[in-house]
C-alpha cells in the first residue's frame, strides 16, 4: 500500500511561481515512477509530467514543458513539481500518483492518488 499526500498548493498570481511536494509512506519508493495530473472543474484528470525510478527520466505534457521542472529526492520519498510562469489555465486541482508498471501519462494506469491540492492562478 502506497500513501501518498500532496502540499504546496495556493493561490498566485499569473507569472508567478509555486512548488508541489509529493510525500510518500512506503519503503519501496524508488520503484516507483510518479506523475503530476491536474483537474479542473468539469473536465478531465489530464498528465502534467512524471518521472521514473530514478530521476533520470522525466516527461511533460506539451502545455507545461518548459515552465514546469519535475523532481524526486527518494531519501526522502518525495517527488517535486516546481511550476514557473503560471497562467490561469493551470488553475486545477494537481494530484500525484504512484504506477510501477504501466503509461506514464494516463491516469487509468496508476494504482495510487493522493488526496489533491489546489492552485489557483489569478489574471
Known amino acids: 500500500q502506497v500513501q501518498l499526500v500532496e502540499s504546496g498548493g495556493g493561490l498566485v498570481q499569473a507569472g508567478g511561481s509555486l512548488r508541489l511536494a509529493c510525500a510518500a509512506s512506503v519503503r519501496t519508493f524508488s520503484v516507483y515512477t510518479i506523475g503530476w495530473f491536474r483537474q479542473a472543474p468539469g473536465k478531465d484528470r489530464e498528465f502534467v509530467a512524471a518521472v521514473n525510478w530514478s530521476g533520470g527520466s522525466t516527461n511533460y505534457a506539451d502545455s507545461v514543458k518548459g515552465r514546469f521542472t519535475i523532481s524526486r529526492d527518494n531519501r526522502k520519498n518525495t517527488v517535486y513539481l516546481q511550476m514557473n510562469g503560471l497562467i490561469p489555465e493551470d488553475t486545477a486541482v494537481y494530484y500525484c500518483?504512484?504506477?510501477?508498471?504501466?503509461?506514464?501519462?494516463?491516469?487509468?494506469?496508476?494504482?495510487?492518488w493522493g488526496q489533491g491540492t489546489q492552485v489557483t492562478v489569478s489574471s
Open positions: 500518483g504512484a504506477i510501477q508498471r504501466g503509461r506514464s501519462w494516463l491516469a487509468g494506469d496508476y494504482d495510487y
